[in-house]
């Protein structure tokens, strides 16, 4: 998962300055990941720590310290459903392989409720399991955003990227893996 990690990050047209959202940290191994790489960023994942998983806010915590980036980093319970926080508080949203486990959910309204919380200006990498299934038609939503005034609104094939070939990440039942980038 590091490659992936690097590949979600490297995408993130972050000046490394301001607050990071980290949409279903899970184990916190993504928000530590951007706590070193720009080391002036504040970073603050959330998740609902569901017990299957094995993850908590303990456990990612725990994992900061371990980084040496706890003073920038935090973690706390939060619904990707319905975000607690007002419009227009991050500077940059990364999530990754975090929405298609929300059952019943519309993953495009996932993605808005995500990007509503994202300054004007402010950067995203949402990656996921794209499958057409699950998200419909991708490539129409990043038209939607463009027609709704987000810039360089791209969608980046990570299974290829990450994994090196489709098929090697479809062995990981990550053969769907897509990442939607941009800015606000």
């Not at 990007?115 to 129409?140: C, H, I, T």
Request: aromatic letters at 8%.
């Amino acid at each position: 998962m590091e490659q992936v990690h690097q590949t979600v990050l490297s995408h993130l047209d972050f000046d490394g300055k301001g607050q990071i959202l980290d949409v279903g940290c899970g184990s916190g191994a993504l928000s530590i990941r951007a706590a070193l790489v720009w080391p002036q960023a504040r970073v603050l994942g959330i998740d609902a720590w569901p017990p299957a998983y094995n993850y908590s806010q303990r456990m990612c915590a725990k994992n900061a310290k371990s980084e040496g980036v706890s003073g920038r980093c935090r973690f706390q319970r939060g619904d990707a459903n319905k975000l607690d926080f007002p419009d227009g508080r991050f500077d940059a949203v990364v999530s990754n392989y975090v929405y298609h486990n929300i059952t019943g959910a519309d993953r495009q309204a996932l993605l808005l409720e995500t990007l509503r919380v994202l300054k004007k200006g402010g950067v995203f990498a949402l990656n996921d399991e794209m499958k057409p299934r699950l998200y419909g038609d991708m490539e129409a939503f990043a038209q939607k955003l463009r027609d709704m005034g987000y810039e360089d609104v791209r969608l980046i094939d990570t299974a290829t990227e990450a994994f090196g070939s489709c098929r090697r990440a479809a062995m990981m039942m990550l053969g769907a893996s897509r990442m939607l980038v941009g800015r606000k």
